[in-house]
């Protein structure tokens, strides 16, 4: 298997509950130093380490040669890798705009396609991790909403495409505690967010593995072209009205 954004947060998480089953995992991520330390850059034997950018399509294509290389092919992939820019609409630049676009959506779709191509061979799994926010409205975050609304768009219609033989899900977390919260919000921030969900607390990432996990698994053989939403029952209620 393949986590892209493996190096941190919910994709290390998904990383580890895989080692955990005994499968091969590829970690693709820019960040060096993070990758050697993740669980798949401790377990030597099972994992792969791809140090690459997803917004660089030499990089992209050279970590799939290496993946076909070293496997002879791939039968999941967890497509996670992201950013996030907190900005108001008003202020947020070209630049933020472009930067969470490239990472996001068109890096997303590059490493999809690549996995769907060696899929196409054998069969396989693809998990996008998309965002609640990709299906409800959320102030400050008008470029990183509309990425996880087109990656939720994007399930479907390669659900519909590489049917019978590729299945496509995602699956869309609310908060979920990981470095990139930690960056944007402060502590009084997090307490304020955990005390609007109703299960009153933020999500930890080997809840979100665990649901990925299921996705990948024979259980779900059934299961395509869906978003599952992973939030605390935040969005049931909508998000401003829990209370
Ligand atoms: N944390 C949350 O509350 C939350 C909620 C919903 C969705 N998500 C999504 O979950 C995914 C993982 O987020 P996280 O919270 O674990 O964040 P994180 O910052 O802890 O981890 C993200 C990882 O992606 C890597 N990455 C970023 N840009 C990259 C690029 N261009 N190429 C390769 N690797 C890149 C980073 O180096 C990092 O290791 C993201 O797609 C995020 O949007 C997170």
């Known amino acids: 298997m393949l986590v892209t954004g493996g190096a941190s947060g919910i994709g290390e998480a998904i990383a580890a509950v895989f080692l ?3 499968a091969r995992v590829a970690v693709l991520d820019r960040d060096r ?20 950018d997803v917004t660089d399509p030499a ?3 050279d970590a799939f040669s290496r993946i076909d290389k070293a496997w002879g092919g791939l039968d999941l992939l967890c497509n996670n890798a992201g ?3 907190r900005r108001s609409f008003l202020d947020t630049t070209l630049d933020d705009w472009n930067q969470t676009l490239a990472v996001n959506l068109t890096g997303a779709f590059l490493v999809a396609q690549h996995a769907a191509r060696l899929m196409s061979r054998t069969g396989g799994v693809i998990v996008h991790t998309a965002s609640v926010s ?8 008008a470029a990183y909403n509309v990425t996880k609304a087109g990656l939720i768009e994007l399930t479907k219609t390669m659900a519909l495409e590489l049917a019978p033989h ?3 899900n995602a699956v869309c977390p609310g ?5 990139m919260q930690r960056a944007e919000y402060t ?6 967010c955990a005390s609007d969900i109703p299960l009153r607390r933020l999500g930890a990432p080997e809840e979100i593995a665990a649901l990925v996990s299921y996705l990948a698994s024979p259980e779900a053989a059934f299961v395509t072209g869906q978003s599952f939403v992973i939030d605390g029952g935040e969005s049931a209620g909508g998000l401003a009205s829990a209370t």
């Open 33 to 52: 130093e993070a990758l050697k330390g993740s669980p798949a850059g401790r377990d030597g034997a099972r994992g792969l380490l791809l140090a690459a």
């Open 166 to 168: 590729i299945r496509v």
């Open 134 to 141: 990709g299906m409800v409205g959320m102030p400050h975050y």
């Open 175 to 179: 908060y979920v505690l990981t470095p």
């Open 83 to 85: 950013i996030s820019i």
């Open 20 to 22: 955990r089953q005994g």
């Open 187 to 192: 502590e009084a921030m997090l307490s304020e």
């Open 59 to 61: 990089a992209v294509e």
